[in-house]
C-alpha cells in the first residue's frame, strides 16, 4: 500500500479481555516495529520483525504481549487479559531494512486502546 | 543503554518567534540521529536526520547539528509559523551490522505556536 496501515483505529475495551491489533506496512519493507506512546512516557519500543523472524522483544512488557508476522507482510500484537495500565496509542512502522544506519521508519497512525 | 532526553514541554511561542528544542543523548558508538514530528491527528514523520558528527540535517526551515562532543542535536527554526504546532520528537540508531533500525526515542516536545 501507499503507507503504514493499521486497525482498528480506535478499539475501546473491558479489563481482562483479550485484543488483537493489526499492521500492515509498506509494500516490500521487509523490517517492521512495533512502539507504545502513553501519555507523558513517549514512545516506547516493542518487538522488532526482520521478515517473519522477531530476532528483539526485548520491549514487550509481560508475556501478555504478543505479535507476530506472516508473508513478511501483516502483523498482528495481541494483547491478552489487557489491563488499565494497557491504555495508549500502539504504533507500527516499517523500513526497507532493519540492517541500515541511516534507515528512516515510515510509521501508521496508531491504534488508540482504550481499557475500561 | 541508549538513551535521549529532551526537554519538558509544552513550548508556546508567538508566531515568527525562534525556537530551540534540546535533545541530549546516550549511546555506545556513532548513532545516527533523527528529529521526528507529529501533527496533531496525523502519524509521526521523519523531519530530519543526520548520520555522522557534525552533519547538519534541515527541512521545512528546521536544522540541527550532530554535535559529538557535547552529545546533542539541538532542532532550532528561526522564525515559527503556526503550522509548526506539533510534537517533536529527537531519536537515535545504533550502526554496525547488529543494528536493528530500532529508533530510541525521546519523550517528546509539545511546541504550540500562537499566531
Known amino acids: 500500500g501507499a503507507g503504514v496501515s493499521q486497525s482498528p483505529s480506535n478499539k475501546v475495551t473491558e479489563k481482562g479481555k483479550d485484543v488483537e491489533l493489526r499492521c500492515d506496512p509498506i509494500?516490500?519493507?521487509?523490517?517492521l516495529y512495533w512502539y507504545r506512546q502513553s501519555l507523558g512516557q513517549g514512545l516506547e519500543f516493542l518487538i522488532y520483525f526482520q521478515g517473519n523472524s522477531a530476532p528483539d522483544k526485548s520491549g514487550l512488557p509481560s508475556d501478555r504481549f504478543s505479535a507476530e508476522r506472516t508473508g513478511g507482510s501483516v502483523s498482528t500484537l495481541t494483547i491478552q487479559r489487557t489491563q488499565q495500565e494497557d491504555s495508549a496509542v500502539y504504533l507500527c512502522a516499517s523500513s526497507q531494512t532493519g540492517t541500515t544506519n541511516t534507515g528512516e521508519l515510515f510509521f501508521g497512525e496508531g491504534s488508540r486502546l482504550t481499557v475500561l | 543503554g541508549d538513551s535521549v532526553t529532551q526537554m519538558e514541554g509544552p513550548v508556546t511561542l508567538s508566531e515568527e518567534a525562534f525556537l530551540t528544542i534540546n535533545c541530549t543523548y546516550t549511546?555506545?558508538?556513532?548513532?545516527?540521529l533523527f528529529w521526528y514530528v507529529q501533527y496533531p491527528g496525523e502519524g509521526l514523520q521523519l523531519l530530519l536526520k543526520a548520520t555522522k558528527a557534525d552533519d547538519k540535517g534541515s527541512n521545512k526551515g528546521f536544522e540541527a547539528t550532530y554535535r559529538k562532543e557535547t552529545t546533542s542535536f539541538h532542532l532550532e527554526k528561526g522564525s515559527v509559523q503556526v503550522s509548526d504546532s506539533a510534537v517533536y520528537f529527537c531519536?537515535?540508531?545504533?550502526?554496525?551490522?547488529?543494528?536493528?533500525?530500532?529508533?530510541?526515542f525521546g519523550q517528546g516536545t509539545t511546541l504550540q505556536v500562537k499566531p
Open positions: 549511546a555506545t558508538g556513532y548513532p545516527s
Open positions: 531519536a537515535l540508531t545504533g550502526r554496525g551490522s547488529s543494528n536493528t533500525g530500532k529508533l530510541i
Open positions: 509494500s516490500g519493507h521487509t523490517a
